[in-house]
């Protein structure tokens, strides 16, 4: 089975900063990696697909990039709104697996 | 409007079964693949099962294989995750997940509607 890590687990940030998180997999996944953004008592949207598709209606200051077993989600001028917990996801034989989260903070 | 309805979860013990429901509305059910997804009290985000769009092919994370399975009702609508000898561990709040399809119509490997979920809680 793949794992996933992630990196930073927690962030400490301020309105306007770039934020970036990594996401590392077991083995190659090549860009098959989604990212969540989930807040307290919500169910996850889907911020990016297939490693760097924007989903429609996500800001573009969110960005997406890599592949492999190394790929990033990019936050390029953080506002208040964002701060939440991120998730990774990858999808391989029909298998999802997701990382363990990343909390943004304020700062 | 794309609608995903929980609807089942509750208290059981240690041992029992819970069915759940997930109503669909506002696309056309039959045609998308849908998975179940947990996260149990304070935790992070678990895969848990899937089923292709005719229901005729399904898949399962290691740790509920052979206790729980999926299956939809296409005429209805409906997706359920049926669950059985449940544990402790299996107390979580369960999402309903719709697969996204690209803008060239081939499955994306992610979930772009979910479902606001439905609590089960496995305690004696």
């Known amino acids: 089975d793949i794992q996933m890590t992630q990196s930073p687990s927690t962030l400490s940030a301020s309105v306007g900063d770039r934020v970036t998180i990594t996401c590392r997999a077991s083995?190659?996944?090549?860009?098959?990696l989604a990212w969540y953004q989930q807040k307290p008592g919500k169910a996850p949207k889907l911020l990016i697909y297939?490693?760097?598709s924007l989903e429609s209606g996500v800001p573009s200051r969110f960005s997406g990039s890599g592949s492999g077993t190394e790929l990033t989600l990019t936050i390029s001028s953080l506002q208040p709104d964002d701060f939440a917990t991120y998730y990774c996801q990858q999808y391989n034989s029909f298998q999802g697996t997701f990382g363990p989260g990343t909390k943004v903070e304020i700062k | 409007e794309v609608q995903l309805v929980e609807s089942g979860g509750g208290l059981v013990q240690p041992g029992g079964s819970l069915r759940l429901s997930c109503a669909a509305s506002g696309f056309t059910f039959s045609s998308y693949w849908m998975h179940w997804v947990r996260q149990a009290p304070g935790k992070g985000l678990v895969w848990v099962s899937c089923i292709n769009s005719d229901g005729s092919s399904t898949n399962y994370a290691d740790s509920v294989k052979g206790r729980f399975t999926i299956a939809r009702d296409n005429a209805k609508n409906t997706l359920y995750l049926q669950m059985n000898s449940l544990r402790a561990e299996d107390t979580a709040v369960y999402y309903c997940t719709r697969e996204k399809y690209s803008s060239t119509w081939q499955l994306a490997g992610a979930f772009d509607y979910w479902g606001q979920g439905t609590l089960a809680t496995v305690s004696s």
């Open positions: 083995q190659d996944i090549s860009n098959w």
């Open positions: 297939k490693a760097s």
